[in-house]
């Protein structure tokens, strides 16, 4: 009999065996955490709208792609919205999904197309940090693209000044808006007329 040899640890072995089970359980539970955070900053960040970013390049005019697929900003007083006050919807132009209509835009001298806000559950907001200024991004909440900026030193009744590139946009006028399959917004300035 050899009895001697068999245990090489000075600890019992149920102590051992408690410490193993410990040691798992703990790793399960970390890496659970640090998952669902993860998880948590990808699906706001991170929405691509289905597309990889070689489509969206492949898809996109130069500009438009800096614009709505890597936050870029249009030169002030540039763009084709800023003075443009048509009756119509505004379109996010990666994915057509409805986010303004010009019921809300209104003139802010910024330099850029401005709403007061935007169509109800269709535009994400996230903090911005970047270039040592605090502001809100704002983005498609459809395909993630960036917009603009949020502020708020908008006109009542909101306050809010949706701040957006005339490149992440597409107008459709209200004559359009029926056969573009938009039809749901006709009521909308049909009420406005008779006012
Ligand atoms: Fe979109």
Request: charged share 25%; aromatic share 10%.
């Amino acid at each position: 009999f050899h009895v001697t040899g068999v245990q090489t640890c000075a600890l019992p072995i149920c102590f051992q065996r408690a410490g193993i089970i410990l040691i798992i359980l703990m790793s399960i539970l970390s890496f659970g955490i640090s998952q669902s955070k993860q998880e948590g900053t990808m699906m706001s960040k991170e929405n691509t709208g289905n597309k990889t970013e070689a489509e969206w390049q492949k898809e996109l005019s130069t500009e438009v792609y800096q614009i709505l697929r890597e936050k870029g900003t249009e030169r002030a007083f540039s763009g084709k919205y800023d003075e443009h006050f048509e009756a119509g919807v505004y379109l996010c132009v990666g994915c057509g999904d409805t986010l303004y209509t010009s019921e809300t835009k209104y003139n802010s001298g910024c330099g850029w197309p401005a709403f007061s806000d935007g169509i109800t559950g269709k535009i994400d907001e996230f903090e911005d940090n970047s270039f040592g200024m605090r502001r809100t991004e704002i983005t498609c909440a459809n395909c993630g693209g960036h917009l603009g900026h949020v502020f708020n030193d908008g006109p009542k009744p909101t306050g809010l000044r949706h701040c957006v590139n005339s490149a992440s946009l597409k107008f459709v006028p209200v004559a359009d808006l029926e056969k573009q399959g938009y039809g749901k917004f006709t009521p909308l300035f049909e009420k406005a007329d008779k006012k």
